[in-house]
T-cell receptor
Framework: GEDVEQSLFLSVREGDSSVINCTYT??????LYWYKQEPGAGLQLLTY?????DMKQDQRLTVLLNKKDKHLSLRIADTQTGDSAIYFC??????????FGDGTTLTVKP | DTAVSQTPKYLVTQMGNDKSIKCEQN?????MYWYKQDSKKFLKIMFS???????INETVPNRFSPKSPDKAHLNLHINSLELGDSAVYFC?????????????FGSGTQLSVL
């Protein structure tokens, strides 16, 4: 079946850039997503990218997609303490069914 | 107005009891879901409904029974609760368009089985 993998932990200093990486196996992925989960809350969609695009930028967030290598990354510029959260990578197939990674816990140190 | 709301937020109960979690969405979406998040924060889909019809039923014990009275509501009933059912349960909704499944999540129900 489909598999989405991401490293479990990332720690950065405030003001630095964070890069969270994700790999997936499903060749028929149509959309790829990044969700953010803050403590005690549900997941919130941050951004998504269509599979025929290779980059999407939204303010401090940059998504890069390498479809050949099935690699997705999320770069957060000027990381702030409020960015501390769990970030989930997900992909959806042609039917719109999503598969989630196990989440990367981002810790931002002052 | 909260887009996806679920109740209760916390549920503490004894093993063997039966409990329900309710979910409502006011986004006009056709599809609703239940996800389970374990203590390691891993997220797994349990069920999804499209216009009140069950379309995804992952490997979930039949003690879990979802019910969708209309497309804005998806409730989860759990019979004979076990210790391993302790987790955070998230309701979500989406309007799937050409493979784009943007999910909107509720704030979760933390279930503790003692």
């Amino acid at each position: 079946g489909e598999d989405v993998e991401q490293s479990l932990f990332l720690s950065v200093r405030e003001g630095d850039s964070s890069v969270i990486n994700c790999t997936y196996t499903d060749s028929s992925s149509t959309y790829l997503y990044w969700y953010k989960q803050e403590p005690g809350a549900g997941l919130q969609l941050l951004t998504y990218i269509f599979s025929n695009m290779d980059m999407k930028q939204d303010q401090r967030l940059t998504v890069l997609l390498n479809k050949k290598d099935k690699h997705l990354s999320l770069r957060i510029a000027d990381t702030q303490t409020g960015d501390s959260a769990i970030y989930f990578c997900a992909e959806s197939d042609n039917a719109g069914k999503s598969t989630f990674g196990d989440g990367t816990t981002l810790t931002v140190k002052p | 107005d909260t887009a996806v709301s679920q109740t209760p937020k916390y549920l503490v109960t004894q093993m063997g009891n039966d409990k329900s979690i309710k979910c409502e969405q006011n986004l006009g979406h056709d599809t609703m879901y239940w996800y389970k998040q374990d203590s390691k924060k891993f997220l797994k889909i349990m069920f999804s409904y499209n216009n009140k019809e069950l379309i995804i039923n992952e490997t979930v014990p039949n003690r879990f029974s979802p019910k969708s009275p209309d497309k804005a509501h998806l409730n989860l009933h759990i019979n004979s609760l076990e210790l391993g059912d302790s987790a955070v349960y998230f309701c979500a909704s989406s309007q799937v368009q050409m493979g784009n499944e943007k999910l909107f999540f509720g704030s979760g129900t933390q279930l503790s089985v003692l």
